[in-house]
C-alpha cells in the first residue's frame, strides 16, 4: 500500500546507506522526500552538470562516484508533501531537457 510511514523494515525495502542509523529517515515529512531507488547509480555524474544545473558552481561538481552511488540514487517514482514535490517537479522541468540537448 502507499504509506508515508517506512518504520516497518519487514515491509519496506531499503539499501544498506539508508539504513545507517545516523541518516536514516522513517516518515515522509516536508523537507524529506522518498524515492524509489534508481538504476542509473551515478552515471548522471558523467553529465554535463555546469549544462544541466546552468551553474559554474554546482554543488553536484563537488561529490565523489562513492557519494554519488551512496546518497543520489533515488529517483521516480517519488513521495513527497506537495510542496516539496512542487519543488521537485520544477528543477525536474527545469533540468531534465538540458539533459537532452
Known sequence: PITSDFTDLE???VSGPALDPKTRKFKVEHGQPF?????FQAAWQELDL???????KTHALSYSNEEGRK????????????????????KWS????????
Not at 555546469?50 to 559554474?56: A, F, I, R
Not at 543520489?72 to 512542487?86: E, L, N, R, S
Open 50 to 56: 555546469v549544462k544541466v544545473t546552468g551553474d559554474e
Open 35 to 39: 524515492g524509489q531507488h534508481y538504476g
Open 94 to 101: 527545469e533540468f531534465a531537457p538540458r539533459v537532452h540537448e
Open 11 to 13: 515491509t519496506t525495502i
Open 71 to 90: 546518497y543520489f540514487v533515488v529517483g521516480p517514482p517519488y513521495i513527497g508533501t506537495a510542496t516539496d514535490m512542487y519543488a521537485i517537479s520544477v
